[in-house]
């Protein structure tokens, strides 16, 4: 909270800090996730002045999460600046970007269902408002679409809480586990239903998708980042995850639910990339098709799949960030997303060119990079569970997604260089530094799977009670 604080302080010279002190705040974030024991993240506690106190809770699911938050906010935080020429608007970029986090931090660390609800719309609310940053008509429909269908989620999860709370009488995660497993009647499986409903909304899942390609495609540069690799993860699917293991556990109609939303949403979300020409539209079209996979995984209600589930959210913030981070940087030196009109830009552009092969690779599936790995767990949980068809079908799902990114390749960065654009030169810095990280994640991840699947992945398992 200190750092809104001093970002939100009206002195002139203060305001010139806020770059490099939000920058230190995703280092220090990130640092803390890799480096820092979950017993002594658990110790802390945040007092609200006179309305008390409450303790942060961290595990393995939460430590991923985190750690997802702090790389996608570096990122966004270095397109942002690179992309927003205005310095009261960069000011304001930051100062939202760093409420966002705020919002998902508390959303990772929280265990009451009421005070996840908060979080969730601190989230919500500071996300509506960077995609309405520019302020232009585009801007302005895609933040309405996605003010009004949250709106709809916040009533939706307010009711389910409201019924928990009728016939459990808690609203701690604990509480409402152990009063569900005591009993359970019409009125906590609706609630069940309705916030799932609400999480599959705020995650852009089929069929509550509508608002998420527009919101996308509208929004600055590094709010696409944001709001793509991490935002729509956090808010929707970590939600999901969360409720899911620590209080309505993995019933037959769950599962059902969960495998019926994540299939659809691999196939809709994957030919509907299929038709685009806008480089932002296509991607956010393949964004719900990849959180598909999250869904279909995490129904199999079994440890693997929750393990795939959790890796795969992890990879797709990092492959998908970067695609957002390359489009920006095509954006920028071209200036235009139609990607009809462009041709041959690794001539002229070989970075991009290259750290876009690799992200479309490993969200492809295609080994030996990160995203191949956790499509492999996915693919073999389903399998192992008995869901054979569902298998096949993410299996050819992945090359359809090897069908659009190779005609973006080709449409973008490969054949003949177009006339317009033979004096366009490489994206500064600020584009190529987070691009490049990115990169090198996505292949380290992949090179180092036996390290990362034993020491950050398997121990998520626990999770399941």
């Not at 691009?435 to 380290?444: K, T």
Request: hydrophobic share 55%; with cysteine.
């Amino acid at each position: 909270m200190g750092g809104i604080l001093l970002l939100n302080l009206p002195f002139r010279r203060l305001k010139q800090l806020a770059f490099p002190f939000a920058l230190a705040l995703a280092v220090a974030q990130g640092g803390l996730a890799l480096f820092v024991p979950a017993d002594l993240w658990n110790r802390a506690v945040v007092r609200l002045g006179g309305l008390g106190e409450f303790r942060l809770t961290v595990d393995r699911l939460s430590i991923v999460l985190l750690l997802s938050i702090a790389v996608v906010f570096f990122s966004a935080l270095l397109v942002g600046r690179a992309t927003i020429a205005d310095g009261s608007k960069r000011f304001e970029f930051i100062n939202l970007l760093v409420l966002t986090v705020v919002g998902m931090n508390g959303i990772v660390m929280v265990r009451d269902l009421f005070s996840l609800y908060v979080f969730l719309e601190v989230a919500a609310i500071a996300s509506f408002v960077l995609v309405c940053l520019n302020r232009d008509r585009d801007a302005l429909e895609g933040g309405f679409k996605y003010l009004i269908l949250s709106a709809v989620a916040t009533v939706v999860m307010l009711t389910a809480i409201g019924l928990l709370l009728m016939t459990t009488g808690d609203t701690s995660f604990s509480g409402v586990a152990a009063a569900l497993r005591a009993h359970s009647n019409y009125l906590s499986t609706l609630a069940i239903a309705a916030f799932v409903a609400g999480l599959s909304i705020k995650g852009g899942l089929v069929p509550f998708h509508g608002w998420l390609p527009d919101a996308y495609t509208a929004a600055p540069a590094g709010v696409s980042v944001l709001l793509a690799g991490i935002v729509t993860k956090t808010t929707g699917i970590y939600t999901v995850i969360r409720l899911i293991t620590a209080i309505f556990g993995f019933t037959p109609q769950v599962k059902a639910v969960l495998l019926s939303i994540g299939a659809i949403s691999i196939v809709v979300g994957a030919l509907a990339a299929l038709g685009q020409k806008d480089f932002k539209r296509m991607l956010a079209y393949s964004s719900i098709s990849q959180m598909g996979y999250i869904i279909l995984s995490l129904g199999t209600g079994t440890a693997l799949g929750l393990a795939g589930a959790v890796f795969h959210l992890f990879n797709h913030a990092i492959f998908k960030s970067q695609l957002f981070v390359n489009a920006a940087a095509v954006e920028k030196q071209t200036g235009t997303r139609d990607m009809d009109v462009m041709g041959g830009l690794s001539a002229r552009m070989p970075v991009t060119g290259a750290t876009s092969v690799v992200a479309f690779l490993s969200t492809a599936g295609i080994p030996p990079l990160s995203g191949f790995w956790s499509k492999l767990i996915i693919i073999v949980a389903v399998w192992v569970s008995g869901y054979h068809l569902l298998a096949v079908l993410a299996v050819l799902a992945s090359l359809i997604t090897c069908a659009y990114f190779l005609s973006m390749q080709r449409r973008v960065f490969f054949g003949p260089l177009a006339e317009e654009f033979k004096n366009i030169r490489e994206a500064q810095l600020g584009i190529l530094f987070p691009a490049v990280i990115l990169a090198l994640v996505s292949i380290g991840v992949g090179v180092f799977f036996p390290y990362v699947l034993n020491s950050l992945i398997l121990p998520i398992k626990s999770v399941v009670g």
